[in-house]
């Protein structure tokens, strides 16, 4: 098991940008395909993006939410067992609770069950 906490997260108007973190600890984080959800109030927790495994090496295949392809950027450093999210334009429908996750050897996960360790979110809150 991974232990993930996320941060970065904060209040931004519309047009803005923040980047979200998230350290992992416990396990080899190379090992690790991570991915990042959000939940907005009263919602189901939905996909964002996501970062394989490539077999230890920096990099990986990404995957992106429409909603958020060509403004959001998924990366992992394994250098520093960390992940983050650079989210550029944002939009007051980018409000939500973001959560990271993570399971080991994952090639692409873009759904809840795919993970095993989470994260325990960051508010993100866009103004219009």
């Known amino acids: 098991q991974v232990q993930l906490v996320e941060s970065g997260g904060g209040l931004v108007q519309a047009g803005g940008s923040l980047r979200l973190s998230c350290a992992a600890s416990?396990?080899?984080?190379?090992?690790?395909?991570m991915g990042w959800f959000r939940q907005a109030p009263g919602k189901e927790r939905d996909f964002v993006a996501a970062?394989?495994?490539?077999?230890?090496?920096?990099?990986?295949?990404?995957y992106y939410a429409d909603s958020v392809k060509g403004r959001f950027t998924i990366s992992k450093d394994n250098a520093k067992n960390t992940g983050y999210l650079q989210m550029n334009s944002l939009k007051p429908e980018d409000t939500a609770v973001y959560y990271c996750?993570?399971?080991?050897?994952?090639?692409?996960?873009?759904?809840?069950?795919?993970?095993?360790?989470w994260g325990q979110g960051t508010q993100v809150t866009v103004s219009s």
């Open positions: 996750a993570a399971k080991a050897f994952l090639t692409k996960g873009a759904r809840v069950d795919d993970y095993n360790d």
């Open positions: 416990g396990r080899t984080f190379s090992n690790y395909g």
């Open positions: 970062i394989s495994w490539n077999g230890g090496w920096s990099g990986g295949n990404t």
